[in-house]
């Protein structure tokens, strides 16, 4: 993988940000966030703005460009993939190290005294906004907005704005109809005494209406907006798609409906004109909801004193909380992924160990084949991560031609990857050695190991933040000196976004809402040695009541169940190393992947598989 | 203990909330928060305003008068004591509790539109006054200073302020000489850019100075404010107590020094017209640091944008790392600690066992006996909690005659007791039986004692926020579904503030500041049946370096050692429940009890607690 070569980009971009053509006074900064006008973790090619500017393709980074400097922040999962992907021009600022300045207190130190800063209004959130322009003013400088994004005025090629047909779910799949969900939404409005919604998030308008799309590679979501107010639904979405008649019909587009459910669909681009109108409308004491993370453009559209700003919307609260229906298809789609997987380790074994021929990009096309065969299948959730060796340590590695290496006996081999069925989502990954583990690979794996158990039987009474359990994964790391620098889980959508909040399991203390009963979240310890290897173990978990002997102020407790059956390579394990009551949580994981996949084998005839899963779920026995 | 009446006062504010002798317009609520105007958690009776108004005096607690209603917010360790000593007139809210609203969500519920709400600017933090003001303003109320404190109004009997004689503090103590922490303060102010340091709190200001003095109960400070430029020195203080010859000669008031360390000594109430003078006297870019926790008074003083705030000064900070001077200190302290309780123990089995005789109140006081007869003892750093039975649930119970209940043989004792030496503070928790404790009893204190040594024996990685280990404490309670609602641990000073930031391990995520070398916490996990019985073991920890196998990143480990070296009732430990490695732990430490508080004991000729010292330290043994 060569970096991207950015001199003359920047030497354009440089150029457009100072030019009376775009901004009103030449910007002595320039900051292209790594999101889209409704702050997606995952975008569209024709948002990928910093990816262009700078070469670095991973999911989370901010660039910061001024006269004398290029800038990039990104997290730990990041730092290999970054320095590999820029050229020199750009300087790495590793987010989550003692000694890395934040963006505001590098432009601080960088700018000449009052310098402008300037960003796309419509792809910074509100809250970073206010965060960014309060300590840039207080050193002299002034965050100001470029309405017309600088990055687009330089990228000549730049994609057009996909606009794919979507796809609609009846209440078999989503448990609850639209409706339903709006009356909720709107019951929720009336507590908080607010008497408009405004749906940003693409995960929360596709959740909202039953619908999906593809827009977005990976995420089944679609470009679009909505105001719910008390009697009113405006849905802003482009393209002939309102035309398919299964569309209309699920929106009951042509029905004679009551009017507080009748559904105005306006073009995607007057959203902001659309919230102006609404914000122009408003009586005194009348207030509108919008995620502190809508973009700075949408907030401002509201006067300050009647906006209703939360980190997280009721739509993100509920879509959180998976109902029965939704179970039981998060459920059914991992059992089918575990068919999968079963196939693609069974066929690796076959091909690796005696020819030597599978390459990073084969095993994860393999992958992707085994489960396409599968029933409901969509797409894969995320680009798959297939790593051998030293590309392990790579966090968020994705296999191309100038990195692809060949499997071998003689490396670990990391397999992070899922797909997107119609009734649910997957997110696994399996850490494999083909030939003989190492001792140390075998005992730094068991920490891993002793760590996600540890998430995974933890116990923990109700209104507990996930975040108090992501010391429980490190611990066994950490009474050795070892560590990694990522959080432990996120929170999993139903055939939705695979990462999703508003919970999640991290050492960052970001405002996690407590874990309730029906969330789905990853559970995913690693461990990672740059230029070796890379150790991660993955199983996406439903947070469950749990039995308790006593039960403390009646406040119930809870824990989690593995939605993810497929074996962990007990090869990989030094059993002397595990407690008795480890060892036997692995051995009932095993017990109940043989009882449910090895079932699911069985009826989908595939008996070469299902004697791989018999030989992998072996019992594991401990000498005291 | 009956509830204080207070009809009578509650009618007196009102008139006064409403009067235009003190206010400009009426105000239709009234906020009383805890603290003085130094934020101080421990105060001087002349500002135990809260206690006045409502009866209940625990050490945390906001009251919130309206003219209809008034409300008391405390958290977890006062539920029972706020319920028992106020009366009808107030509604207690439990803090931490699913349903109990915010003091901002309950003023905008119960007051009439277009509210004012009261403070005295002295005493509310201006980060409290900015989130309250916005609540209240966004709901169409308004925050008012009132500049009399109304409380004070209608007090007719408060005591004066406190004005004691001042302890100086030479090297051998404090490591330090106040000249260098002046200097390395403003070394630090160089590095922000800032001009002027504002000192507020008390135990940043008797740090600074290696001063300490007696104005508040149980925290050796004085009443003081200090205003550091790069070239003064400003302390404001009052009485005649900078007249000792000793104080001045320790501050070199009297000798010929260097301009910028000459100390100008100005009375305590004029830092408000100084500091606006400072205020006035700014040029553009010139600022001054205060904490956010400053009244906001002072704040308001510093013209917005001139004003430098943090969470923690660098006075905090500083002050939290103890010097090798200060830790030995602090081991001295804890030696002689240990001893006083030995003989407590000794005496009481001798007392209670046979004779029945002892109550809470003679078993504190005869803790205090023994405390004082060791070197350098000034007074407790708390109020003794000595509570047995019932009152063991109240989790910061004071023994008073009315609830006083006589130790037996039937109930467990707990005892949370400290004291301050002119070496060190200490603060220790024991949970005893002087009986046969039921197996329940056993399996409770296990647990806790499975959560204490969890944190005690942690190894983590340099750089960890405390907040991070609290589920440590928590795990083996959980398990069974019990908890306790109180956070595990508190910074402790070092003959200073029993309680002092920025560190802390708790479950409630305030910006704690990450965990160093050289910081001593409190590891103090519980677990309290209302009406039955407490169980807390307590230790103060020294943070040490660790020995690991590995070093991720070179980032290097840390553990803890523990201060307090007191034996931990080992009848009270289910040794069944305990791993093999918190046998060990249990046996380790009670084996360097021996040695060191053996050998102490054996000097100080105490022969009787030796043995006794000798018997509870017999080591545990397991039958796997």
Chains 1, 2 share one sequence.
Not at 38 to 59: N, V
Request: charged share 25%.
């Amino acid at each position: 993988m060569s970096p991207k070569i950015t001199t003359e980009l920047l030497k354009q971009l440089r150029q457009v940000m100072k030019s009376p053509k775009y901004v009103q006074e030449p910007v002595q900064a320039y900051i292209v966030p790594s999101g889209d006008a409704h702050q997606s973790e995952y975008i569209a090619p024709c948002d990928c703005r910093r990816a262009f500017i700078s070469g670095f393709d991973g999911s989370a980074g901010t660039a910061i460009i001024t006269e004398q400097h290029a800038a990039m922040w990104t997290d730990g999962r990041y730092f290999l993939q970054a320095a590999h992907q820029m050229d020199n021009n750009w300087t790495l600022m590793k987010m989550g190290l003692k000694d890395t300045p934040t963006q505001e207190d590098w432009l601080v130190s960088v700018l000449p005294e009052g310098s402008k800063v300037g960003v796309d209004p419509f792809i910074i959130p509100a809250d970073q906004w206010k965060r960014m322009s309060k300590a840039l003013r207080s050193a002299g400088h002034d965050l100001v907005p470029v309405q017309e994004n600088l990055i687009d005025t330089i990228w000549t090629d730049c994609p057009q704005r996909p606009c794919k047909p979507l796809i609609t779910l009846d209440l078999s799949y989503t448990g609850v109809s639209w409706r339903d969900k709006i009356a909720a939404l709107r019951s929720k409005m009336a507590e908080r005494k607010v008497l408009w919604f405004v749906v940003t998030a693409l995960d929360e308008v596709a959740w909202l209406f039953n619908l999906r799309g593809s827009d977005v590679e990976y995420n089944p979501v679609f470009f679009a907006y909505a105001i719910i107010g008390m009697n009113t639904i405006r849905l802003f979405i482009d393209g002939d798609r309102m035309m398919d008649p299964a569309v209309r019909e699920h929106l009951q587009l042509d029905s004679t409906l009551e009017p507080e459910f009748k559904i105005q669909v306006l073009p995607y681009g007057s959203i902001l004109s659309e919230l102006q109108a609404v914000g122009a409308g408003l009586s005194p004491k009348e207030k509108v909801w919008l995620s502190d993370k809508a973009s700075y453009a949408l907030t401002e559209a509201i006067p300050k004193a009647f906006r209703y700003l939360t980190p997280y919307t009721p739509i993100c609260i509920a879509k959180a909380v998976k109902n029965s229906s939704e179970t039981e298809g998060m459920r059914r789609a991992h059992i089918k992924d575990a068919v999968a997987l079963c196939e693609l380790f069974n066929w690796l074994e076959k091909e690796v160990v005696p020819k030597g021929t599978v390459t990073e990009i084969i095993a994860a096309d393999k992958a992707e084949e085994f489960r396409s065969q599968q029933k409901d299948f969509v797409e894969l959730s995320f680009a798959t991560i297939s790593s051998t060796g030293p590309n392990g340590a790579i966090i968020h590695y994705k296999p191309v031609p100038e990195t692809n290496r060949t499997l071998s006996v003689n490396e670990i081999y990391l397999l992070d990857s899922g797909a997107q069925y119609k009734d649910g989502t997957t997110d696994v990954t399996r850490t494999m050695h083909f030939g003989t583990p190492s001792a140390y690979e075998k005992e730094c794996f068991t920490y891993v190991l002793k760590g996600h158990i540890a998430v995974s039987a933890a116990i923990f009474p109700n209104g507990t933040k996930g975040h108090l359990l992501d010391s429980f994964a490190r611990s066994a790391l950490w009474d050795c000196g070892l560590d990694y620098l990522h959080g432990t889980g996120h929170g999993v959508g139903s055939f939705l976004n695979v990462h999703e909040g508003p919970c999640g399991i991290s050492y960052k203390t970001f405002a996690d809402e407590p874990l309730e009963a029906g969330m789905i979240v990853s559970d995913e310890p690693g461990y990672y040695e740059d230029g070796s290897f890379g150790i991660r173990i993955e199983n996406v978990v439903l947070v469950i009541p749990a039995e308790t002997k006593y039960n403390f102020k009646n406040r119930g407790s809870l824990t989690f169940e593995p939605l993810t059956l497929v074996p962990i390579q007990t090869k990989m394990i030094d059993v002397d190393l595990l407690t008795q009551k480890e060892c036997n949580w692995v051995n009932d994981y095993h017990q109940k992947c043989r009882e449910v996949i090895g079932a699911e084998l069985e009826r989908q005839g595939r008996h070469e598989a299902l004697r791989w899963l018999i030989r992998e779920t072996e019992p594991l026995s401990r000498v005291e």
